[in-house]
């Protein structure tokens, strides 16, 4: 597992990870809204990542492959900045 740290403000759950590709995520509880920001640049918002989705992918060997294969395709998103 990668996940460097995590810490929970109220309803946000907000990892930092030690991985190539993912920087930190930011986990919503109440709107189920995911924010990944990446290593080499850009932060995107997903919409309805379900908190079973998100554990999974904290849980993962690999947060980068489990977040490419199971969340980068499958929800909506906007790009931040």
Do not use: H
């Not at 980068?64 to 998103?77: D, E, P, Q, T």
Request: net charge positive.
């Amino acid at each position: 597992m990668a996940v460097k740290s995590e810490k929970i403000k109220g309803k946000l759950i907000i990892n930092e990870y030690d991985s190539s590709n993912l920087k930190t995520t930011e986990y919503n509880t109440e709107t189920n809204e995911l924010i990944v920001e990446f290593k080499k640049g850009g932060k995107y918002s997903y919409n309805k990542v379900p908190i079973s989705i998100f554990t999974k992918m904290r849980k993962a060997e690999s947060q980068g492959s489990y977040f490419s294969k199971n969340i980068s395709r499958s929800y909506k998103y906007k790009k931040l900045s």
